[in-house]
Protein backbone atom coordinates (compact mmCIF):
# COMPACT_ATOMS: atom_id res chain seq x y z
CA UNK A 1 0.00 0.00 0.00
CA UNK A 2 1.31 3.55 -0.96
CA UNK A 3 2.05 5.84 1.79
CA UNK A 4 -0.45 8.68 2.00
CA UNK A 5 2.51 11.29 3.11
CA UNK A 6 4.68 10.65 -0.42
CA UNK A 7 1.29 9.93 -2.33
CA UNK A 8 0.35 14.25 -1.39
CA UNK A 9 3.69 15.25 -1.54
CA UNK A 10 4.63 13.52 -5.46
CA UNK A 11 1.17 14.02 -6.67
CA UNK A 12 2.74 14.34 -10.35
CA UNK A 13 5.72 11.87 -9.69
CA UNK A 14 2.88 9.46 -8.75
CA UNK A 15 0.90 10.07 -11.59
CA UNK A 16 3.84 9.42 -14.05
CA UNK A 17 4.77 6.46 -12.43
CA UNK A 18 1.06 4.76 -12.42
CA UNK A 19 0.81 5.78 -16.48
CA UNK A 20 4.07 3.28 -16.85
CA UNK A 21 1.74 0.23 -15.37
CA UNK A 22 -1.31 1.17 -17.17
CA UNK A 23 -2.84 1.94 -14.78
CA UNK A 24 -6.18 4.12 -15.75
CA UNK A 25 -8.01 5.25 -12.58
CA UNK A 26 -5.68 7.87 -11.93
CA UNK A 27 -8.60 9.69 -10.58
CA UNK A 28 -8.08 7.85 -7.24
CA UNK A 29 -4.87 10.08 -6.72
CA UNK A 30 -6.75 12.96 -6.57
CA UNK A 31 -9.34 11.47 -4.28
CA UNK A 32 -6.91 10.19 -2.05
CA UNK A 33 -5.45 13.67 -1.65
CA UNK A 34 -8.68 15.14 -0.79
CA UNK A 35 -9.43 12.52 1.84
CA UNK A 36 -6.56 12.88 3.54
CA UNK A 37 -6.95 16.90 3.51
CA UNK A 38 -10.37 16.49 4.92
CA UNK A 39 -8.51 13.99 7.64
CA UNK A 40 -6.14 15.98 8.60
CA UNK A 41 -8.90 18.97 8.70
CA UNK A 42 -11.29 16.67 10.69
CA UNK A 43 -7.95 15.48 13.22
CA UNK A 44 -7.29 19.15 13.76
CA UNK A 45 -10.70 20.49 14.80
CA UNK A 46 -11.06 17.17 16.92
CA UNK A 47 -7.85 17.83 18.33
CA UNK A 48 -8.81 21.17 19.02
CA UNK A 49 -12.07 20.55 20.77
CA UNK A 50 -10.56 17.86 22.64
CA UNK A 51 -7.89 20.39 24.21
CA UNK A 52 -10.66 22.90 24.63
CA UNK A 53 -13.05 20.19 26.90
CA UNK A 54 -9.57 19.06 28.86
CA UNK A 55 -8.61 22.58 29.25
CA UNK A 56 -12.41 23.74 30.34
CA UNK A 57 -12.10 20.36 33.23
CA UNK A 58 -9.36 21.38 34.67
CA UNK A 59 -10.33 24.91 35.01
CA UNK A 60 -13.34 23.25 36.67
CA UNK A 61 -11.48 21.73 38.81
CA UNK A 62 -9.46 24.65 39.99
CA UNK A 63 -12.31 26.48 40.36
CA UNK A 64 -14.61 24.24 42.60
CA UNK A 65 -11.03 23.66 44.59
CA UNK A 66 -11.82 27.64 44.87
CA UNK A 67 -14.78 27.79 46.35
CA UNK A 68 -15.94 29.46 42.80
CA UNK A 69 -19.00 26.53 42.58
CA UNK A 70 -21.26 29.08 40.19
CA UNK A 71 -18.56 29.57 37.78
CA UNK A 72 -17.48 26.46 37.84
CA UNK A 73 -21.24 24.97 36.88
CA UNK A 74 -21.23 27.36 34.13
CA UNK A 75 -18.54 26.37 32.27
CA UNK A 76 -19.66 22.78 33.31
CA UNK A 77 -22.84 23.65 31.40
CA UNK A 78 -21.05 23.61 28.26
CA UNK A 79 -19.08 20.24 28.73
CA UNK A 80 -22.16 18.55 27.32
CA UNK A 81 -21.71 20.28 23.84
CA UNK A 82 -17.98 19.80 23.67
CA UNK A 83 -18.73 15.82 24.09
CA UNK A 84 -21.30 16.15 21.34
CA UNK A 85 -18.84 17.47 19.10
CA UNK A 86 -15.96 15.45 20.11
CA UNK A 87 -18.24 12.42 19.42
CA UNK A 88 -19.19 13.86 15.92
CA UNK A 89 -16.00 14.75 14.79
CA UNK A 90 -14.63 11.34 16.19
CA UNK A 91 -17.44 9.30 14.09
CA UNK A 92 -16.76 11.82 11.35
CA UNK A 93 -12.93 10.89 11.19
CA UNK A 94 -13.24 6.74 11.39
CA UNK A 95 -15.55 7.36 8.26
CA UNK A 96 -12.88 9.53 6.21
CA UNK A 97 -9.99 6.92 7.37
CA UNK A 98 -12.29 4.35 6.19
CA UNK A 99 -12.62 5.77 2.72
CA UNK A 100 -9.64 6.19 2.92
CA UNK A 101 -8.06 3.06 3.31
CA UNK A 102 -10.46 1.74 0.36
CA UNK A 103 -8.95 4.24 -2.08
CA UNK A 104 -5.44 3.60 -0.90
CA UNK A 105 -5.68 -0.10 -1.39
CA UNK A 106 -7.03 0.31 -5.10
CA UNK A 107 -3.77 1.97 -6.50
CA UNK A 108 -0.75 -0.33 -7.11
CA UNK A 109 2.55 -0.08 -5.94
CA UNK A 110 4.82 2.64 -8.23
CA UNK A 111 7.82 0.67 -11.25
CA UNK A 112 10.57 1.24 -10.16
CA UNK A 113 12.17 3.71 -12.68
CA UNK A 114 14.49 0.72 -14.62
CA UNK A 115 10.92 -0.69 -15.37
CA UNK A 116 10.03 -0.98 -19.30
CA UNK A 117 7.36 0.73 -20.54
CA UNK A 118 4.76 -2.06 -22.33
CA UNK A 119 1.50 -3.09 -21.92
CA UNK A 120 1.85 -7.37 -22.08
CA UNK A 121 4.03 -9.64 -21.94
CA UNK A 122 5.33 -9.37 -25.40
CA UNK A 123 6.79 -5.81 -24.19
CA UNK A 124 9.13 -7.60 -21.37
CA UNK A 125 13.14 -6.72 -21.88
CA UNK A 126 15.10 -9.57 -22.27
CA UNK A 127 18.15 -9.46 -19.98
CA UNK A 128 19.67 -12.53 -20.85
CA UNK A 129 20.35 -15.84 -22.33
CA UNK A 130 22.48 -18.55 -20.81
CA UNK A 131 23.43 -22.14 -21.25
CA UNK A 132 22.82 -24.41 -24.32
CA UNK A 133 19.66 -24.55 -26.45
CA UNK A 134 18.78 -28.31 -26.15
CA UNK A 135 18.64 -30.16 -29.77
CA UNK A 136 16.35 -32.75 -29.27
CA UNK A 137 15.83 -35.79 -31.85
CA UNK A 138 12.41 -34.96 -34.18
CA UNK A 139 10.27 -37.93 -32.28
CA UNK A 140 11.24 -36.22 -28.53
CA UNK A 141 7.85 -36.36 -26.38
CA UNK A 142 6.14 -33.20 -24.34
CA UNK A 143 6.62 -33.88 -20.66
CA UNK A 144 3.18 -35.05 -20.36
CA UNK A 145 3.76 -37.90 -22.47
CA UNK A 146 7.07 -39.34 -21.04
CA UNK A 147 5.40 -38.89 -17.43
CA UNK A 148 2.64 -41.69 -18.73
CA UNK A 149 5.64 -43.51 -20.33
CA UNK A 150 7.95 -43.72 -17.63
CA UNK A 151 5.30 -44.16 -15.03
CA UNK A 152 6.32 -40.84 -13.43
CA UNK A 153 3.23 -38.65 -12.87
CA UNK A 154 -0.64 -39.82 -13.05
CA UNK A 155 -2.77 -36.91 -14.13
CA UNK A 156 -6.33 -38.98 -15.06
CA UNK A 157 -5.51 -40.71 -11.28
CA UNK A 158 -5.46 -36.59 -9.73
CA UNK A 159 -8.67 -36.18 -12.22
CA UNK A 160 -10.11 -38.69 -10.27
CA UNK A 161 -9.47 -37.96 -6.82
CA UNK A 162 -9.83 -34.22 -6.64
CA UNK A 163 -9.76 -32.88 -10.10
CA UNK A 164 -8.07 -31.45 -12.98
CA UNK A 165 -4.63 -29.86 -11.86
CA UNK A 166 -3.48 -32.41 -9.09
CA UNK A 167 -1.65 -34.46 -10.09
CA UNK A 168 -0.45 -37.70 -8.79
CA UNK A 169 3.67 -38.53 -8.75
CA UNK A 170 4.46 -41.69 -8.23
CA UNK A 171 7.65 -43.77 -7.94
CA UNK A 172 10.90 -42.09 -9.73
CA UNK A 173 8.93 -39.06 -10.61
CA UNK A 174 7.99 -38.36 -6.83
CA UNK A 175 11.47 -39.08 -5.95
CA UNK A 176 12.77 -36.81 -8.21
CA UNK A 177 10.06 -34.32 -6.73
CA UNK A 178 11.16 -35.13 -3.33
CA UNK A 179 14.83 -34.94 -4.32
CA UNK A 180 14.42 -31.28 -6.02
CA UNK A 181 12.97 -29.96 -3.07
CA UNK A 182 15.60 -31.30 -0.82
CA UNK A 183 18.37 -29.86 -3.47
CA UNK A 184 16.91 -26.08 -3.35
CA UNK A 185 16.18 -25.98 0.25
CA UNK A 186 20.02 -26.80 0.36
CA UNK A 187 20.94 -24.62 -1.95
CA UNK A 188 19.12 -22.03 -0.19
CA UNK A 189 20.68 -22.54 2.98
CA UNK A 190 24.23 -22.19 1.88
CA UNK A 191 23.21 -18.99 0.81
CA UNK A 192 22.21 -17.86 4.09
CA UNK A 193 18.75 -18.47 4.35
CA UNK A 194 16.79 -19.64 6.99
CA UNK A 195 14.36 -22.17 6.59
CA UNK A 196 11.28 -21.87 8.01
CA UNK A 197 8.23 -24.83 8.23
CA UNK A 198 4.81 -22.43 7.72
CA UNK A 199 1.20 -22.79 8.11
CA UNK A 200 -0.36 -23.69 4.53
CA UNK A 201 -3.34 -22.03 5.33
CA UNK A 202 -3.56 -18.15 6.15
CA UNK A 203 -6.27 -15.56 7.71
CA UNK A 204 -7.73 -12.71 5.98
CA UNK A 205 -5.29 -10.36 7.70
CA UNK A 206 -2.15 -12.09 6.54
CA UNK A 207 -3.62 -11.82 2.76
CA UNK A 208 -4.06 -8.45 3.66
CA UNK A 209 -0.82 -7.77 4.44
CA UNK A 210 1.18 -9.02 1.70
CA UNK A 211 -1.30 -8.09 -1.26
CA UNK A 212 -2.91 -11.27 -1.88
CA UNK A 213 -6.35 -9.78 -0.72
CA UNK A 214 -8.42 -8.17 -1.97
CA UNK A 215 -6.33 -8.22 -5.27
CA UNK A 216 -6.03 -11.77 -5.93
CA UNK A 217 -9.18 -12.91 -3.59
CA UNK A 218 -10.63 -14.95 -6.13
CA UNK A 219 -7.49 -16.96 -6.93
CA UNK A 220 -7.59 -18.40 -3.93
CA UNK A 221 -8.88 -21.06 -2.21
CA UNK A 222 -11.20 -20.02 0.66
CA UNK A 223 -12.21 -22.13 3.33
CA UNK A 224 -15.79 -20.31 4.37
CA UNK A 225 -16.27 -22.09 7.83
CA UNK A 226 -13.08 -21.16 9.46
CA UNK A 227 -12.51 -18.20 7.34
CA UNK A 228 -8.91 -19.16 6.51
CA UNK A 229 -7.71 -19.42 2.67
CA UNK A 230 -5.25 -21.63 1.24
CA UNK A 231 -1.40 -20.55 0.79
CA UNK A 232 -0.72 -19.52 -2.64
CA UNK A 233 2.98 -18.95 -2.29
CA UNK A 234 5.06 -19.54 1.06
CA UNK A 235 5.86 -15.52 0.79
CA UNK A 236 2.43 -14.80 2.77
CA UNK A 237 2.99 -16.98 5.27
CA UNK A 238 6.73 -16.26 5.46
CA UNK A 239 6.52 -12.54 5.22
CA UNK A 240 3.87 -12.64 7.88
CA UNK A 241 6.13 -13.34 10.74
CA UNK A 242 7.13 -10.47 10.52
CA UNK A 243 3.35 -8.27 10.81
CA UNK A 244 3.53 -5.74 13.19
CA UNK A 245 7.31 -6.18 14.29
CA UNK A 246 10.29 -3.75 14.88
CA UNK A 247 13.80 -4.66 14.20
CA UNK A 248 16.72 -3.50 15.10
CA UNK A 249 19.13 -2.43 11.97
CA UNK A 250 21.86 -4.56 12.46
CA UNK A 251 19.09 -7.52 11.60
CA UNK A 252 18.62 -6.71 8.29
CA UNK A 253 18.45 -8.10 5.90
CA UNK A 254 16.64 -11.26 7.59
CA UNK A 255 16.75 -14.15 5.30
CA UNK A 256 14.46 -16.90 5.40
CA UNK A 257 13.56 -20.08 2.97
CA UNK A 258 10.63 -22.51 2.99
CA UNK A 259 9.37 -25.38 0.86
CA UNK A 260 5.50 -25.38 0.85
CA UNK A 261 3.18 -26.92 -1.78
CA UNK A 262 0.69 -24.04 -3.09
CA UNK A 263 -2.95 -23.62 -3.78
CA UNK A 264 -4.10 -21.69 -6.45
CA UNK A 265 -7.24 -21.94 -8.48
CA UNK A 266 -5.88 -20.61 -11.78
CA UNK A 267 -9.45 -19.24 -12.30
CA UNK A 268 -9.89 -18.70 -16.73
CA UNK A 269 -7.50 -20.73 -17.63
CA UNK A 270 -7.31 -23.19 -20.41
CA UNK A 271 -5.89 -24.34 -23.90
CA UNK A 272 -3.09 -26.14 -24.72
CA UNK A 273 -0.49 -24.37 -22.90
CA UNK A 274 -2.02 -25.64 -19.71
CA UNK A 275 -1.66 -29.49 -20.79
CA UNK A 276 0.44 -31.51 -17.82
CA UNK A 277 2.69 -29.47 -15.95
CA UNK A 278 2.69 -26.29 -17.18
CA UNK A 279 -0.40 -25.18 -14.48
CA UNK A 280 -1.40 -26.60 -11.78
CA UNK A 281 -3.81 -26.24 -9.00
CA UNK A 282 -1.71 -27.91 -6.36
CA UNK A 283 2.03 -27.57 -6.72
CA UNK A 284 5.55 -27.64 -4.45
CA UNK A 285 7.64 -24.69 -4.23
CA UNK A 286 11.03 -23.10 -2.75
CA UNK A 287 10.31 -19.59 -1.59
CA UNK A 288 12.97 -17.13 -0.59
CA UNK A 289 12.26 -13.77 1.45
CA UNK A 290 13.80 -11.09 2.42
CA UNK A 291 13.37 -7.94 4.85
CA UNK A 292 15.76 -5.20 4.03
CA UNK A 293 17.03 -1.66 4.45
CA UNK A 294 15.90 0.47 1.68
CA UNK A 295 19.20 1.46 0.90
CA UNK A 296 19.92 -2.23 0.18
CA UNK A 297 17.00 -3.92 -1.36
CA UNK A 298 18.09 -3.28 -5.03
CA UNK A 299 21.35 -4.71 -4.62
CA UNK A 300 19.51 -7.92 -2.94
CA UNK A 301 17.14 -8.09 -5.41
CA UNK A 302 20.47 -8.95 -8.05
CA UNK A 303 21.39 -11.43 -5.65
CA UNK A 304 18.69 -13.38 -5.28
CA UNK A 305 18.07 -13.04 -9.23
CA UNK A 306 21.92 -14.84 -9.29
CA UNK A 307 20.45 -17.46 -6.66
CA UNK A 308 17.99 -18.47 -8.92
CA UNK A 309 20.20 -18.52 -11.91
CA UNK A 310 22.78 -20.64 -10.56
CA UNK A 311 19.90 -23.16 -9.62
CA UNK A 312 18.84 -23.07 -13.49
CA UNK A 313 23.00 -23.33 -14.33
CA UNK A 314 23.76 -26.66 -11.67
CA UNK A 315 21.09 -28.16 -13.49
CA UNK A 316 22.09 -27.65 -17.29
CA UNK A 317 19.26 -26.00 -17.94
CA UNK A 318 18.92 -23.17 -21.13
CA UNK A 319 17.16 -20.37 -19.31
CA UNK A 320 16.48 -16.47 -20.17
CA UNK A 321 15.55 -13.44 -17.79
CA UNK A 322 13.34 -11.22 -18.18
CA UNK A 323 12.92 -7.69 -16.61
CA UNK A 324 9.04 -7.23 -16.63
CA UNK A 325 6.95 -4.16 -18.34
CA UNK A 326 5.27 -1.86 -16.27
CA UNK A 327 1.88 -4.04 -17.71
CA UNK A 328 3.19 -7.59 -16.84
CA UNK A 329 3.93 -6.99 -13.34
CA UNK A 330 1.81 -7.70 -10.46
CA UNK A 331 -0.13 -5.37 -8.56
CA UNK A 332 2.49 -5.41 -5.54
CA UNK A 333 5.70 -5.14 -6.96
CA UNK A 334 8.28 -2.17 -7.58
CA UNK A 335 10.27 -4.24 -10.19
CA UNK A 336 10.10 -8.09 -10.94
CA UNK A 337 12.61 -10.67 -12.86
CA UNK A 338 11.12 -13.58 -14.32
CA UNK A 339 13.25 -16.56 -14.98
CA UNK A 340 12.27 -18.74 -18.09
CA UNK A 341 13.13 -22.13 -19.07
CA UNK A 342 13.12 -23.68 -23.02
CA UNK A 343 11.03 -26.72 -23.21
CA UNK A 344 12.90 -27.85 -26.10
CA UNK A 345 9.92 -30.75 -26.66
CA UNK A 346 6.78 -28.13 -26.60
CA UNK A 347 9.23 -25.48 -28.25
CA UNK A 348 8.24 -22.37 -26.14
CA UNK A 349 9.70 -20.76 -22.76
CA UNK A 350 8.26 -21.41 -19.07
CA UNK A 351 8.55 -19.62 -16.36
CA UNK A 352 9.91 -21.09 -13.40
CA UNK A 353 10.72 -18.00 -11.12
CA UNK A 354 10.05 -14.63 -10.25
CA UNK A 355 11.73 -12.52 -7.98
CA UNK A 356 10.39 -9.20 -7.06
CA UNK A 357 10.97 -6.14 -4.80
CA UNK A 358 7.88 -4.67 -3.02
CA UNK A 359 9.86 -1.71 -1.52
CA UNK A 360 7.79 -0.19 1.36
CA UNK A 361 4.19 -1.60 -0.21
CA UNK A 362 4.04 -4.76 2.04
CA UNK A 363 5.82 -3.55 4.68
CA UNK A 364 3.20 -0.25 4.97
CA UNK A 365 0.75 -2.90 5.46
CA UNK A 366 2.40 -5.19 7.43
CA UNK A 367 3.46 -2.43 9.67
CA UNK A 368 6.64 -3.91 9.49
CA UNK A 369 9.71 -1.65 10.50
CA UNK A 370 13.10 -1.06 11.32
CA UNK A 371 14.89 1.21 14.35
CA UNK A 372 17.14 3.71 11.98
CA UNK A 373 20.47 4.12 13.05
CA UNK A 374 18.80 8.09 14.76
CA UNK A 375 16.58 5.62 16.74
CA UNK A 376 13.48 6.19 14.89
CA UNK A 377 11.27 3.57 13.10
CA UNK A 378 11.21 3.09 9.37
CA UNK A 379 9.53 0.90 6.95
CA UNK A 380 11.79 -1.85 5.71
CA UNK A 381 11.49 -3.37 2.03
CA UNK A 382 10.25 -6.61 1.20
CA UNK A 383 11.67 -9.08 -1.48
CA UNK A 384 10.98 -12.63 -2.20
CA UNK A 385 11.24 -15.05 -5.55
CA UNK A 386 10.60 -18.97 -6.42
CA UNK A 387 13.91 -20.60 -5.92
CA UNK A 388 12.19 -22.70 -7.16
CA UNK A 389 8.72 -23.73 -8.42
CA UNK A 390 8.65 -27.49 -9.07
CA UNK A 391 6.26 -27.79 -11.99
CA UNK A 392 7.94 -26.48 -15.08
CA UNK A 393 11.54 -27.16 -13.93
CA UNK A 394 10.11 -31.02 -14.09
CA UNK A 395 8.61 -30.37 -17.07
CA UNK A 396 11.72 -28.69 -18.74
CA UNK A 397 13.96 -31.35 -17.13
CA UNK A 398 12.71 -33.98 -18.51
CA UNK A 399 11.92 -33.12 -22.01
CA UNK A 400 15.16 -31.58 -22.03
CA UNK A 401 17.33 -34.73 -21.25
CA UNK A 402 15.42 -37.43 -22.61
CA UNK A 403 17.34 -40.12 -24.83
CA UNK A 404 16.87 -43.35 -26.49
CA UNK A 405 18.18 -44.91 -23.12
CA UNK A 406 15.90 -42.83 -21.23
CA UNK A 407 15.78 -39.61 -19.06
CA UNK A 408 19.27 -38.60 -17.10
CA UNK A 409 19.30 -37.08 -14.26
CA UNK A 410 21.04 -34.33 -13.64
CA UNK A 411 24.50 -34.35 -11.71
CA UNK A 412 23.95 -32.26 -8.68
CA UNK A 413 20.65 -34.33 -8.18
CA UNK A 414 21.93 -38.10 -8.22
CA UNK A 415 23.17 -37.83 -4.64
CA UNK A 416 19.26 -36.48 -3.64
CA UNK A 417 17.63 -39.13 -6.20
CA UNK A 418 19.60 -41.98 -5.83
CA UNK A 419 19.57 -42.80 -9.48
CA UNK A 420 21.20 -41.38 -12.83
CA UNK A 421 18.26 -42.94 -15.13
CA UNK A 422 14.64 -42.75 -15.61
CA UNK A 423 14.09 -45.82 -17.45
CA UNK A 424 11.10 -47.77 -18.91
CA UNK A 425 10.38 -50.82 -16.11
CA UNK A 426 11.22 -48.28 -13.67
CA UNK A 427 9.19 -47.99 -10.21
Known sequence: MLQVNYIRENREKVLERLAVKNFKQTELVDEVIALDNNRRQTQNKLDSVSAEANSAAKQIGDLMRA?????????????????????????ALSAIENDLQQKLVLLPN??????????????????????TMPNLPENALPHWELAAKYKLIDFELGVKITGAGFPVYTGKGAKLQRALIAYFLDEAEKAGFAEVIPPLVVNEASGFGTTQLPDKEGQMYYITEDKLYLIPTAEVPVTNLYRDVILRADELPVKNCAYTQCFRREAGSYGAHVRGLNRLHQFDKVEIVQIAHP????????????????????LGLYYRVLRLCGGDMSFASALTYDMETWSAAQQRWLEVSSVSNFETFQSNRLKLRFRNAEGKTQLAHTLNGSALALPRIVATLL????????????????????FEWIGEGDQ
Open 110 to 131: LPYISVPKGVAAEDNEVVLENG
Open 67 to 91: GKKDEAEAIKAKTGAWKEEIKTLGD
Open 399 to 418: ENNQTEKGIKIPEVLVPYTK
Open 295 to 314: DKSYELLEQMSLHVQGLLQK
